[in-house]
């Protein structure tokens, strides 16, 4: 089997739509399929009630959260869409994601741009509002040449677009997942940048906030890193998950179903579903 647990569509930052994406995975030799968009699980409304005997789709999603300042993501695997927790859970990371837009508008208007909140929401066209459909608009709307001088002078890190965002707490976020019946695995660990003591840090608070789960891959890695965290699950009685992390084509090192087994002695995230 291949699993591939962790891929975005159009629904959020990826470029794929979901019928494109599912033909992919198909094409990729993906046999357990999960789309984790951002904050949003629309992506499944344009498929409805998928079923083929050569994949297998499970419900997901990439919730954001915060731990002590560091903005951590959690995956949400097979749960339930149509439950109300989760449902409310969406419309607070939209509003989240409203309210920070509406900082960065400000911003944005403090430097003589114009009309750039309507214009970034128009760009995200329903999708989770985040700082690359300002850019869009800054260049769409000729107040800037291109995207990169966009994140470079304006939106980019330490710059005036560059506002915190407001997410809830790593527990919250964990309780939500739970109570759609998913299992919450630990989106991943490696891109926070954490020391060894710190990433054990958060992987016991993961736990004790009742996470199920650790990425244990994440898209092309080396060896070292796999089993690295192989180890870390193990320790601390984690599932582990595994997923590319697609948002594109041609991006080597998170190609869809690209995901290499996981290491013997971990126990799969998939095993009780
Ligand atoms: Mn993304
Ligand atoms: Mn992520
Ligand atoms: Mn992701």
């Not at 066209?125 to 107040?143: E, I, K, W, Y």
């Not at 299992?183 to 736990?207: I, R, S, W």
């Not at 997923?243 to 009780?272: I, R």
Request: glycine residues 10%; proline residues 4%.
């Amino acid at each position: 089997m291949l699993a591939d647990l962790h891929t975005h569509t159009t629904a959020s930052d990826g470029v794929l739509s979901p019928e494109q994406l599912i033909t992919s995975a198909k094409a990729a030799g993906v046999t357990l399929l999960s789309i984790t968009d951002h904050d949003t699980i629309s992506a499944y409304k344009s498929l409805p009630a998928y079923t083929d005997k050569d994949m297998q789709l499970v419900y997901g999603i990439e919730l954001s959260s915060i731990w002590h300042k560091t903005g951590i993501h959690v995956v949400g695997l097979n749960i339930d869409p149509d439950c109300p927790a989760l449902q409310s859970a969406i419309e607070t990371q939209r509003n989240a994601r409203r309210e920070r837009a509406k900082t960065i508008a400000d911003k944005l208007s403090k430097l003589g741009f114009t009309d750039t909140l309507e214009g970034a929401i128009k760009a995200a066209n329903g999708t989770a509002l985040g700082r690359p459909h300002f850019a869009r608009f800054l260049v769409d709307s000729g107040q800037v040449k291109t995207i990169s001088i966009a994140f470079k002078k304006f939106l980019g890190q330490g710059k005036p677009g560059d506002v915190r965002e407001n997410w809830p707490a790593l527990e919250t976020v964990i309780a939500w997942i739970s109570e759609a019946g998913g299992t919450a695995v630990l989106a991943h660990p490696n891109k926070y940048k954490l020391g060894n003591l710190k990433l054990q840090e958060l992987t016991k608070d993961f736990c004790s906030a009742g996470g199920h789960g650790l990425e244990v891959i994440s898209g092309k890695q080396e060896d070292a890193l796999t089993s690295r965290l192989g180890t870390l699950a193990q320790q601390h009685g984690l599932l582990a998950s595994c997923g590319s992390d697609f948002h594109q084509p041609g991006q080597s090192w998170a190609e869809l179903g690209s995901v290499a087994a996981l290491p013997s002695g971990c126990t799969p995230v998939w095993e009780n579903w």
